[in-house]
């Protein structure tokens, strides 16, 4: 029997080498992004820059408790 593929509500963009440099909302809703490529318009957004999240939060009035961490990644090789 033959499967029907479901259908996504949802579109999804993923922008590689784009820094997204202000968040936009109207009233109490946020409808987009504004990216060094353009503004992506969006109502649901997902926020994984790290350290970074705070400053892009700011302007929006919301505080959130983020702080760079110094961290070091030693890698180790098994000699042949």
Do not use: Y
């Not at 919301?62 to 180790?76: E, G, H, L, M, T």
Request: positive net charge.
């Amino acid at each position: 029997m033959k499967q029907k593929k479901k259908r996504s509500l949802w579109k999804s963009f993923i922008g590689f080498d784009t820094k997204v440099m202000q968040i936009k909302k109207e009233n109490d809703k946020v409808v987009g992004v504004h990216t060094t490529n353009g503004f992506i318009e969006s109502d649901i957004i997902v926020l994984a820059t790290g350290a970074a999240l705070p400053e892009l939060c700011r302007p929006l009035w919301f505080d959130v408790p983020v702080a760079p961490s110094p961290s070091i990644i030693i890698r180790n090789r098994r000699k042949s």
